[in-house]
């Protein structure tokens, strides 16, 4: 009777046994499908982030090429036309001549050049028979020369002091001379003096340079 209930309890513990390790195996088959179920799921969204961010490149990047051939042909006009901005011919080289990039570019130019202003205000006065008697200003060229091509650039003010004697009937005409630079101009003091004959002028005023532009290639990281 001890042997039978021995070899019973030997099968029990057999089937015990086995069912256990069925049980592990069963378990451990569920949890590592569980985590590899999520680690792919995990990995789907990423590649879908992956292939929605490489479509928006591609569009983005085709509509760059349109825009560029655009632009283009834009430019191409711009600079073959007839007549240019400022009434004159394109190829002379009069005050008003000169291809429309070139004027532009003197309009607003890319680098910080103080003398170059100081130059083409000198010869504006004096091409129009205005006594100068000084142009003022600080020549900032080391502190602006941090100011680096960007994609977004803005313009930079150069602000200077023109001091001028004229009579009183030439007063106006002087004043008219800052509206007519190729240069922006803004004025922001006037002062008036007479002298014995003449009136003395000095005018406060700004005006711009902007630093070039550039393309800028960004990475982004995709998570």
């Given at each position: 009777?001890?042997?039978r209930?021995?070899?019973?309890?030997?099968?029990?513990?057999?089937?015990?046994?086995?069912?256990?390790l069925?049980?592990?195996?069963?378990?451990?088959?569920?949890i590592?499908?569980?985590?590899?179920?999520?680690?792919?799921?995990?990995?789907?969204?990423?590649?879908?982030?992956?292939?929605?961010?490489?479509?928006?490149a591609?569009?983005?990047?085709?509509?760059?090429?349109?825009?560029?051939?655009?632009l283009?042909?834009?430019?191409?006009?711009?600079?073959?036309?007839?007549?240019?901005?400022?009434?004159g011919?394109?190829?002379?080289?009069?005050?008003?001549?000169?291809?429309?990039?070139r004027?532009?570019?003197?309009?607003?130019?890319?680098?910080?050049?103080?003398?170059?202003?100081?130059?083409?205000?000198?010869?504006?006065?004096?091409?129009?028979?205005?006594?100068?008697?000084?142009?003022?200003?600080?020549?900032?060229?080391?502190?602006?020369?941090?100011?680096?091509?960007?994609?977004q650039?803005?313009?930079?003010?150069?602000?200077?002091?023109?001091?001028?004697?004229?009579?009183?009937n030439?007063?106006?005409?002087?004043?008219?001379?800052?509206?007519?630079?190729?240069?922006?101009?803004?004025?922001?003091l006037?002062t008036?003096?007479?002298?014995?004959?003449?009136?003395?002028?000095?005018?406060?005023?700004?005006?711009?340079?902007?630093?070039?532009?550039?393309?800028?290639?960004?990475?982004?990281?995709?998570?």
């Amino acid at each position: 009777m001890a042997q039978r209930i021995s070899a019973k309890r030997i099968a029990i513990d057999k089937a015990e046994a086995t069912l256990a390790l069925a049980v592990g195996i069963a378990t451990f088959i569920v949890i590592f499908s569980a985590v590899a179920s999520k680690t792919l799921f995990d990995q789907m969204l990423y590649q879908n982030k992956v292939i929605d961010k490489k479509q928006i490149a591609l569009d983005t990047a085709e509509a760059n090429i349109v825009a560029i051939e655009e632009l283009t042909r834009s430019y191409q006009e711009f600079k073959g036309a007839s007549t240019n901005i400022l009434g004159g011919n394109p190829s002379g080289d009069a005050d008003r001549d000169g291809d429309n990039p070139r004027i532009i570019l003197d309009a607003l130019p890319s680098k910080y050049d103080f003398p170059a202003l100081t130059t083409s205000l000198e010869k504006l006065l004096k091409d129009n028979n205005v006594n100068l008697t000084a142009i003022e200003g600080s020549d900032d060229e080391i502190a602006q020369s941090g100011s680096a091509a960007s994609d977004q650039p803005a313009p930079v003010e150069m602000p200077f002091i023109v001091s001028a004697e004229v009579n009183a009937n030439k007063g106006k005409d002087l004043m008219r001379l800052f509206e007519r630079s190729i240069r922006p101009i803004v004025v922001d003091l006037l002062t008036i003096s007479k002298s014995d004959k003449d009136l003395t002028f000095e005018v406060g005023a700004k005006t711009y340079y902007q630093p070039e532009k550039v393309l800028s290639i960004k990475q982004e990281e995709v998570k």
